[in-house]
């Protein structure tokens, strides 16, 4: 039987982190609401030298290391952090990574589900063409606003995977159900470089499109709880897939009850300390549950994709003899735990130092270059990006 799926995952976050119990005493909030209510500990903090382009070049050199270019057709980069908004990121990406020009780059935006489209047009791209692949890449910072509610659930980061026939890690399976509908939970006027957000209403369509997509789904597959090893969501912040979860967890017997629930845990452990990466941050609950929790070949995974405005996919995937041998578990950990903790003086700092939407010349602080690819400034209007020699 043809397979489609996953070959390779990399992953690649800011050097820098705040601790949520400084914000929250900062803020003259109980830290228990910010680490249990919202489930999340650290934050990872983009200076400016770090963005969309940036992030999504780092995680694809992770994942394409040490792995034959050849065959690699596109890169689809999923983002809604664009900075620009005419040419894509993709394009920048490419020339940073010095790939040949035989290949195509684009980049897809619908909020957090971005990476999700692009993931189902390169399993059907590869689906046809068995020597060709796909590097689909969810990369995104997300700014919410110094002292707003949705302050404690920002985050920078970015998931890359290489699509293939045959897949060593993942494969997909052609079992989806999705849903789209106008709902004004959360956007991005073009003027703003942070996100407006209604954010218990977000919360509410979030579970509500779970719900709908988990009966469709049982429906159309004649699956419950009982057949997945794992369900893993789009984690805006950790308490957030958990109120999903619980949707499952009504119908589960004991042991799935408790299989479920500590998968939960060990997929959320990545994202509790970078936060939310929007667009790769369902790609990131995968990778921290494959990293951290050795599973069975043939393991059934739910996967459960969600982007406000409002767009979502619930799909599963099996997983692949020697899947583990693909990983790089201490190199991911290294990344996490390498990274140099801010103040809260800092981080406004860094936050409120952002290129301007103005013409003017803009150059980023060299004291917080970091990372493989960085932005060094705008100069005449255009973003000027640099890589290691
Ligand atoms: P809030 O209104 O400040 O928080 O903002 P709250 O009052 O609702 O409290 C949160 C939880 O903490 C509650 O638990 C409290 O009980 C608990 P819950 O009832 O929810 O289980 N709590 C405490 N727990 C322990 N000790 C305490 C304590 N005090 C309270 N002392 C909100 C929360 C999420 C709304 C805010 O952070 C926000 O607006 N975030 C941004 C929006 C968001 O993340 N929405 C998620 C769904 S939409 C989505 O996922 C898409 C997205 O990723 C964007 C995209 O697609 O592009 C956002």
Redesign the pocket.
Known sequence: MSEVGIERIGFATPGLYMDMKDLARRRGI?P??YT???GQSEQSVAPSSQDAVTLAAAAAKDALEGESLEGLDMILLGT?SAVDASRAAAVYVKELLGLPDAVRCVEVKQ???GATAALFWALDYVSRRKDRKVLVIGSDVAR?GLNT??E??QGAGAVSMLVSYDPKILAIEDDSVFMTAEVA??WRPLYSNC?L?N??Y??Q??LEFFSKLWERYKQKTGKGAKDFEAFLF?L??A??GL?ALKEVLKEADDATFARLSKRFETSAAYSRRVG?I?SG?LYLSLLSLLEGQAMEPGSRIALFS????AEAELFSATLKEGYLSRLYPERHLKMIEGRKRVTVDEYEHLFSDFPTSSPQDYACDKKYFSGPFRLVGVKDQQRMYEADE
């Open positions: 109980d228990d609401k249990v209510g919202i809604e909020a957090c589900y919410y509610p949705g404690v659930t939970d959360f996100a957000v954010g218990r977000s919360t369509i979030y789009h805006p912040f308490k957030m109120k939310n929007y941050s969600y982007g406000s405005g």
